[in-house]
């Protein structure tokens, strides 16, 4: 699972954050953020009937896109999730028996958090990598301020009002990749205008990396 989290984000650094996508959509938004280059995709349980939308991303989806659940709240979830072939648990919160519970499931937790407490603590009990949520509100700066008292080589993926625009200081700061939620997808938004946003955020990190 290490390998395969680390595949995902070395091809393409960004998180496509689903929330109140439904099973229609589930295919038609995931091929457009696929063919635009996106292969980490998340559908958060808040949305219309999730289970079934992650149950069409691990059908339908190619060996190399990593499915997994956001806004995971309770432990026995995680059950639920490695059940149906999702692969990553994303919390926005930091909840050691989510992280226990990912683990055990053999599952990948990237865990919420605020606080240099919730960080190593979220690392401490098994976490893969760390949201920092909500990350605008931060700031950029923030992810270097944090990462000073972190296990060398934590990934953080700062999630929440990351753009075109800022997306450049989050990595300047040491992100591993970035959540994108409500400036990619909304409910109702159709496939085509999705996959435009995607190609814009794809192309945006390419001249960021070659830069």
Not at 32 to 59: M, Q, R
Not at 151 to 157: D, F, K, L, V, Y
Request: aromatic share 4%; glycine share 8%; proline share 5%.
């Amino acid at each position: 699972m290490t390998d395969l989290f680390d595949a995902a984000v070395e091809a393409m650094p960004l998180v496509a954050v689903l929330r109140g996508i439904t099973p229609d959509e589930a295919i038609p938004v995931a091929d457009a953020l696929t063919s635009a280059g996106f292969t980490i995709l998340e559908v958060t349980l808040n949305s219309p009937d999730p289970f079934t939308s992650l149950k069409h991303l691990v059908a339908h989806c190619a060996d190399d896109v990593l499915v997994g659940a956001g806004t995971v709240l309770e432990a026995r979830q995680t059950d639920r999730l490695a059940e149906i072939g999702a692969k990553l648990v994303i919390t926005p919160n930091t909840d050691v028996d989510v992280i226990y519970g990912s683990v055990r499931n053999n599952l990948i937790p990237v865990i919420g958090c605020m606080t240099p407490t919730e960080a190593l603590l979220a690392m401490k009990s098994g976490a893969r990598a760390i949201k920092i949520f909500p990350a605008a509100r931060m700031g950029a700066a923030y992810l270097k301020d944090i990462s000073a008292v972190l296990p060398t080589g934590t990934q953080i993926i700062p999630t929440g009002g990351v753009t075109t625009e800022n997306m450049k200081d989050f990595f300047a700061a040491g992100a591993a990749a970035v959540g994108l939620g409500s400036n990619l997808y909304k409910a109702g938004r159709s496939a085509d205008e999705i996959h435009t946003i995607a190609s814009q955020l794809v192309a945006e990190w390419r001249r960021i990396k070659s830069a």
